[in-house]
């Protein structure tokens, strides 16, 4: 059973940055991409960020420039650094592993971002 697990949340003040970590049980090169995605309350779950085994990586818009996604192979370790955080990037922020067309999900970390 291949699990993800994040931690890194918290609250934070607006302008703060927070470090996201995702750690996998299993071999993060076995997944054809892991990114973060994040859920604000009402809101549908939206991408912030991926990145597949060859190293692409995508960022969602109001990602750009703000957020870092990267990976840790030895360590099975997924992380996304956030900086210059807003209110409206408070949410609970998830990590996603893909293999061929199955989804796999942690239970999710909470971010809230204080103005």
């Known amino acids: 059973q291949v699990q993800l697990v994040e931690s890194g949340g918290g609250l934070v003040q607006a302008g703060g940055s927070l470090r996201l970590s995702c750690r996998v049980s299993?071999?993060?090169?076995?997944?054809?991409?892991m990114g973060w995605y994040r859920q604000a309350p009402g809101q549908q779950r939206e991408l912030v960020a991926n990145i597949n085994v060859g190293g692409v990586i995508n960022y969602a818009d109001f990602a750009k420039g703000r957020f870092t996604i990267s990976r840790d192979g030895a360590k099975r370790t997924v992380y996304l650094q956030m900086s210059r955080l807003q209110p409206g990037d408070t949410a609970v922020y998830y990590c996603?592993?893909?293999?061929?067309?199955?989804?796999?999900w942690g239970q999710g970390t909470q971010v809230t971002v204080s103005s």
């Open positions: 299993d071999n993060i090169f076995n997944f054809n991409v």
């Open positions: 996603n592993g893909k293999i061929l067309r199955r989804d796999y």
